[in-house]
Nanobody
Framework: QVQLQESGPGLVKPSQTLPLSCSVS??????????WSWIRQPPGKGLEWMGA???????YYNPSLKSRTSISRDTSKNQFSLQLSSVTPEDTANYYC???????????????WGQGIQVTVST
């Protein structure tokens, strides 16, 4: 059973960079055909796929967020991370890490999810 757990700050100030990490157990982030994604849900809105990293290390970004998003991984810790720069209050959301076998940028197609972390962007 794959398990994911997000960690990071719950409050970030506007213009700062939001750093989030996802710890993975039950699977290696470097093997198989898994895609490791970040997905968010602003209050009252739907799920938004932000980007993904394949097991081989290829990275894919949502074009609407690409200029502000960076995904990386620490294979020694079996973790992958997200950095979202120049945040505004519109980036306030629940942030999730998730994984599935095979490529998808559709949140509804992801099989395994972390519990999510609520992030507020505010002064």
């Amino acid at each position: 059973q794959v398990q994911l757990q997000e960690s990071g700050p719950g409050l970030v100030k506007p213009s700062q960079t939001l750093p989030l990490s996802c710890s993975v157990s039950g699977a290696s982030i470097t093997t198989g055909d898994h895609y490791w994604s970040w997905i968010r849900q602003p209050p009252g809105k739907g799920l938004e796929w932000m980007g993904a990293m394949s097991a081989s290390g290829s990275i894919y970004y949502n074009p609407s967020l690409k200029s502000r998003t960076s995904i990386s991984r620490d294979t020694s810790k079996n973790q992958f991370s997200l950095q979202l720069s120049s945040v505004t209050p519109e980036d306030t959301a629940n942030y999730y890490c998730a994984t599935r076998d095979g490529w998808s940028d559709s949140p509804g197609e992801y099989s395994y999810w972390g519990q999510g972390i609520q992030v507020t962007v505010s002064t």
